[in-house]
């Protein structure tokens, strides 16, 4: 059974940081990977998916990495801002039709001015 | 461009009582369709799933069923609630061959058993 692992549970950094955003899962044959962000009381949106075949995505200051032999990805956020404040979630989705995914339990990220 | 939405947006509940909660898409065909769960402390959680028209699968055993009854519309329901249903409900899409192949989530109904 795929588990999905993020760490850190939650992370404080001051306004301008680079950061780097943890997500380890166990089975390895994954179809891909997405990264999503929630803010408190809504829904999820999505930020970036990396398909197996590919090793990192970017669009604009994120940048996703995806090792799938050792079972990790990252997601790396460039010079944080207070707008990024949110709950970062990776899921992971298995090579069978369906599409479902297997989610982290998240990063809860506050960025402060 | 595609919407989805849910309903309601907070619903309180007495221990026992049915529930129904609702999603709909818009701007798309034959969508997959998909119910989670987000627990408190706990991660989100596959509860249902739906390929078409009456097609549902079932992730997890529990109390709760899922209808499709149109192409575009998906129910959450139950017929007595536990405490445990308590929590944050999301409806999710994806269509799968689009090329980006990514779930697009609906705002989330909170549910709160008492």
């Known amino acids: 059974k795929q588990e999905v692992t993020q760490i850190p549970a939650a992370l404080s950094v001051p306004e301008g940081e680079n950061l780097v955003l943890n997500c380890s899962f166990t089975d390895s044959a994954i179809y891909n990977l997405q990264w999503f962000r929630q803010d408190p009381g809504k829904g999820l949106t999505s930020l970036l998916l990396?398909?197996?075949?590919?090793r990192e995505q970017t669009s604009g200051r994120l940048n996703a990495s995806l090792d799938k032999s050792s079972g990790r990805s990252t997601l790396y956020i460039a010079a944080s801002q207070p707008g990024d404040s949110a709950t970062y979630l990776c899921?992971?989705?298995?090579?069978?039709?369906?599409?479902?995914?297997?989610f982290g339990g998240g990063t809860r990220l506050m960025v402060k001015p | 461009s595609q919407t989805i939405h849910q309903w309601p947006a907070t619903l309180v509940q007495p221990v026992g009582s049915p529930l129904s909660l609702e999603c709909t898409v818009e701007?798309?065909?034959?969508?997959?369709l998909y119910w989670y769960r987000q627990a408190a402390g706990r991660g989100l959680q596959l509860l249902f799933y739906s390929v078409g028209i009456g097609q549902i699968s079932s992730e997890v055993p529990q109390n709760l069923s899922a209808s499709r009854p149109q192409d575009r519309q998906f129910i959450l329901s139950s017929k007595k609630l536990l405490l445990s249903d308590s929590g944050f409900y999301l409806c999710a899409w994806s269509v799968l061959g689009s090329g980006t192949d990514t779930q697009y989530f609906g705002p989330g109904t909170r549910l709160t058993v008492l």
């Open positions: 899921a992971v989705r298995p090579p069978r039709a369906g599409n479902m995914l297997t």
């Open positions: 701007g798309t065909s034959n969508p997959n």
């Open positions: 990396i398909q197996s075949s590919q």
